[in-house]
């Protein structure tokens, strides 16, 4: 899990210097579905419930040109 969230925290500062502060916003104008979901169910193992959960990536992205306002600096 760590190394996910290092991971994660540097591909956010990436983003941020690409598209500047208001990278949220540009995520958000852009978004009109999600494109990975989740599916959640619960799996008995010797008389408990965990819960379990899956993934799957339904349709494509279309964040092609996210980035580009700056010129590529």
Same mark, same amino acid.
């Given at each position: *899990?760590?190394? &996910? *969230?290092? &991971?994660?925290? $540097?591909?956010? =500062? ?8 208001n ?9 009109? &579905?999600?494109? #990975? ?15 379990? $959960?899956?993934? $799957? ?7 092609? #040109? =996210?980035? #580009? ?5």
């Amino acid at each position: *899990m760590g190394d &996910t *969230m290092k &991971t994660s925290s $540097f591909a956010l =500062t990436e983003a941020k210097y690409v598209a500047g502060e208001n990278i949220k916003h540009v995520v958000r104008e852009n978004v009109s &579905t999600a494109a #990975l979901k989740v599916l959640s169910y619960q799996e008995n193992i010797a008389g408990v419930e965990l819960p379990k $959960f899956e993934y $799957f990536i339904d349709g494509e992205t279309n964040n092609d #040109l =996210t980035g #580009l306002a700056r010129g590529g600096q």
